[in-house]
């Protein structure tokens, strides 16, 4: 258990390294300096509505975040369903930074009744279930020519994103806010894949989706899937009462300083029992 932990940890410090990796940096000069916002932005679309995916997705999710003052890192293996963006989620994680919990340590007391504390740190948002090709609705948005737009866009600058050039957007929308949910976009020179997105919230409910992530993608096994998917907000989570301040942790609750997603070990099955998927666990980070 050592060796894995030691082995944990030092990815973790391989991915922060990864992530501030992802900063985008200026271009000396835009490389089509003709293009517009709307062209860049369609092509991007079209990029994103031509993908295709094997029917079956397998992969490993590895979690991050901090709180209580130390880090909790896990991985879990997860099982994608492309044709309605399905995942199934093994509940018990592959390898986790928790210690085995200790089942008769109470030592708090809400409302004269004995409330089991844990020195170990839960999921902040419950078991991922998050898919890897979910692509924000961006598939189903009319083209930005179009009089049914959904976004207002604007060319702001290009930049160097992981070694790509790319251009940066930002969408406005111009219907339901919490509808249309991206508002920066980093699109690819050369092929106009979408390589970096900033969206207001993330999931189909719950806190995590009231902050901003940033969601990175990466074209792997040829296709294009998510990355990364991080928020660097402070969110108060849990506890025995409703919350009334975000600064203020109510007994039970914890404070959650980020939140991190990486997707990893990509592989596609040909052939999946469909019964994997009639299970349904209770998380709020889904977003189907």
């Known amino acids: 258990m050592g060796n894995r932990l030691l082995g944990i940890a030092g990815a973790f410090v391989a991915l922060y390294a990864a992530q501030c990796a992802f900063a985008p940096s200026a271009l000396a000069a835009p490389r089509h300096a003709g293009m517009s916002a709307a062209e860049i932005f369609d092509r991007a679309l079209t990029f994103v509505r031509e993908q295709n995916y094997p029917p079956y997705v397998s992969f490993v999710v590895t979690v991050d975040t901090q709180a209580k003052g130390r880090w909790l890192v896990e991985q879990f ?6 044709r ?3 995942v199934s989620t ?38 991922p279930e998050i898919s890897p090709i979910y ?9 930005v020519t179009s009089s049914a737009r959904s976004y207002e866009v604007a060319l702001v600058d290009e930049q160097t994103l992981r070694g790509r050039p790319a251009y940066l957007l930002e969408l406005t929308p111009l219907g ?15 092929d ?27 074209i792997d096994h040829g296709h294009w899937l998510i990355e990364n998917e991080a928020t660097t907000a402070s969110l108060v989570l849990g506890g025995y009462a409703p919350a009334v301040d975000s600064f203020i942790v109510l007994p039970g609750s914890v404070r959650y300083e980020g939140i991190s997603y990486t997707f990893s070990d990509f592989e596609f099955p040909k052939t ?17």
């Not at 994680?93 to 170990?120: A, E, I, M």
């Not at 949910?181 to 690819?188: C, L, N, S, T």
């Not at 106009?192 to 993608?217: E, K, M, R």
């Not at 999946?272 to 977003?287: G, I, M, N, T, Y």
């Open 84 to 86: 309605d963006d399905r």
């Open 90 to 127: 093994t509940a018990k994680p592959l390898s986790t930074t928790n210690h085995p919990d200790n089942p008769y340590r109470f030592n708090l007391k809400v409302k004269g009744l004995q409330v089991h504390d844990s020195p170990n740190i839960d999921e902040p948002l419950g078991i």
């Open 272 to 288: 999946v029992s469909d019964l994997l998927f009639l299970e349904s666990k209770p998380s709020q980070a889904v977003q189907q």
């Open 176 to 190: 339901d806010p919490k509808k249309y949910r991206v508002r920066e976009m980093w699109v690819d020179v050369e």
């Open 135 to 143: 692509d924000f609705g961006l598939s189903r948005v009319p083209p």
């Open 192 to 218: 106009f894949s979408i390589l970096q997105l900033t969206t207001d919230g993330a999931f189909a409910g719950g806190p995590g989706n009231t902050v901003a992530w940033t969601v990175s993608f990466a």
């Open 77 to 82: 293996s997860s099982l994608c369903r492309a």
